[in-house]
């Protein structure tokens, strides 16, 4: 990568995560097309951060739209994460969340982060921002897992709606964009980046949206198969 493609406050948290985390190995096929989605385990967040850390493709990160500001952080960790999740009293949580609230809203600004709102026409924001980044020649990455706490190996039950990047993109450009399977295995610190997948152009987009969801589940399996024939046990 040359340039600098995330913001200042980023670019310094980024270097100290990679100090932090140490040296992971990207191994792929080839060099993946680019722009690209990447679609990577979320890992209760570690995914994202190691992908962000050491792909050799700087991507937009797809966050949760309530992360972006720092109201809506704040009110996110005090609401739920803390208090339910973590079962902290209220006056705790507070606490903890005011300044981590800052530092997270400010980060994923500084990463150029695209906001999601599942369960909201606000999707429709989401969507169009990833189009214009690939557009404009940058890739977006995406944890779509449902069980985003779940830190095993493998890649479970995806969110579908990540899909529709296709839709939008297709609509607006003629031509395919490419979902890019990405597996990370911790214990050989190694990043295996999958085949590219698209979809073919030949069925209308709802036709063959199923189909595209199963090759790439196919190819996150075999790159965890990969992983263990490497003796990688996550």
Same mark, same amino acid.
């Given at each position: 990568m040359s340039g600098r493609f995330y913001g200042r406050f980023a670019s310094v948290i @980024? *270097?100290? $995560? *990679? =100090?932090?985390?140490? @040296?992971? /190995? $990207?191994?792929?096929?080839?060099?993946? %097309? =680019? %722009?690209? $989605?990447?679609v990577v385990h979320h890992r209760n967040t570690r995914g994202p951060i190691t992908s962000i850390a050491w792909l050799d493709t700087h991507c937009h990160l797809w966050a949760l739209g309530a992360f972006c500001t720092r109201r809506g952080c704040f009110d996110q960790y005090t609401g739920y994460t803390f208090t339910r999740r973590y079962r902290m009293p209220w006056f705790l949580a507070a606490a903890i969340a005011l300044p981590a609230s800052l530092f997270v809203s400010r980060l994923l600004n500084s990463l150029k982060a695209i906001p999601v709102y599942r369960g909201s026409t606000r999707i429709l924001s989401t969507l169009r921002r990833s189009v214009a980044a690939l557009k404009a020649g940058e890739s977006v990455l995406i944890s779509p897992d449902i069980a985003y706490t779940d830190t095993g190996s493998g890649m479970g039950v995806m969110h579908e709606g990540f899909l529709h990047v296709e839709k939008f993109f297709s609509a607006d450009t003629g031509t395919h964009t490419s979902f890019v399977p990405v597996h990370i295995d911790r214990q050989r @610190?190694?990043?295996? =980046?999958? /085949?590219a997948i698209r979809f073919a152009g030949r069925e209308s987009f709802r036709a063959e949206k199923d189909e595209v969801y199963a090759r790439i589940s196919r190819e996150f399996s075999r790159l965890e198969r990969l992983e263990k024939s490497a003796g990688g046990t996550a």
């Open positions: @980024r *270097r100290l $995560v *990679r =100090v932090a985390i140490g @040296r992971y /190995e $990207v191994k792929m096929p080839g060099i993946p %097309p =680019v %722009p690209s $989605v990447f @610190r190694a990043i295996y =980046v999958g /085949e």
